[in-house]
């Protein structure tokens, strides 16, 4: 993302990790990248909480959310309703936002994403 942060940012609508140790303050990574993340991730982390209680984050990069287990190796597993309704919540948010504009091809009108 650092050597193509447009690129990501057009193209990605969310991400998704899980039981993450990423850090982004030991990459060259810069305010608008890190803006990004807390807004466009989610970690899912092992946790004694219920799914998706909120788990507090040393470094304020990317949103952690408890994986509803403790053990690592679950983690993704027990995350995936969470995390498939976070892609869908990010997938219409930007779906809503999107400005259509007509254009003419074959002699038909159709909508394309500006």
Request: aromatic share 8%.
């Amino acid at each position: 993302m650092i050597q193509r942060e447009a690129d990501v940012k057009n193209k990605v609508t969310a991400v998704a990790l899980t039981d993450s140790v990423h850090n982004v303050w030991h990459q060259e990574a810069g305010k608008t990248i890190r803006e990004w993340m807390r807004e466009n991730c989610c970690n899912w982390v092992s946790s004694s909480e219920p799914l998706d209680t909120s788990v507090e984050s040393m470094l304020p990069d990317c949103p952690r959310v408890s994986a509803g287990t403790e053990r690592h190796e679950l983690t993704s597993w027990k995350s995936f309703p969470s995390i498939f309704k976070f892609f869908s919540e990010a997938s219409e948010a930007k779906n809503s936002s999107v400005k259509l504009a007509p254009t003419r091809r074959s002699n038909r009108i159709k909508y394309e994403e500006l």
